[in-house]
């Protein structure tokens, strides 16, 4: 299980308390562990509106090894998050909303490990992009594909 935190500011909650309030849901992974290797973990959440949200769920692999490059769709509205001290947080249910691995393979050049960026355009028009790192070990390139209008 993978934690999310919701954070609710002070002013939202009590005028006279100085301290805001996190709470937190579990979102499950299908596998801790790529089948290629490597760790499978969360890289982005973008609101949608209305308590729903889209999660990149991806492993830490590059090139042949790349085998999870998901966005799946969580929706809040019927969960209530617990705090720390209250522990058992609740699960999320998550559903696949695309697979985006083969969109990174379609290019025919690298898969890169770190699909980190998405973004809902106005017209409904996904977006996301690959981090380069720009560092020793990676080819520097930045992959910003689009993926059409794949959610409702």
Request: one cysteine or more; charged letters at 20%; glycine letters at 10%.
């Amino acid at each position: 299980m993978v934690r999310i935190g919701q954070y609710t500011p002070a002013l939202d909650l009590d005028p006279s308390t100085e301290e805001g309030e996190w709470k937190f849901f579990y979102y499950p992974l299908d596998s801790v562990e790529s089948p290629a290797g490597g760790f499978v973990g969360l890289s982005k959440i973008t609101a949608l509106g209305n308590n729903k949200f889209t999660v990149i769920e991806r492993d830490n692999q590059a090139g042949p090894n790349a085998q999870i490059k998901r966005v799946c769709h969580i929706d809040i509205n019927s969960v209530m998050p617990k705090t720390q001290t209250e522990g058992n947080f609740p699960i999320l249910n998550k559903t696949l909303a695309i697979d985006v691995l083969p969109a990174m393979q379609a290019g025919k050049g690298w898969v890169h490990d770190k699909l980190e960026g998405l973004a809902r355009a106005g017209d409904g028009t996904v977006y996301v992009v690959t981090d380069n790192d720009g560092v020793d070990n990676s080819t520097g390139e930045t992959q910003f594909l689009n993926l059409g209008k794949v959610f409702n």
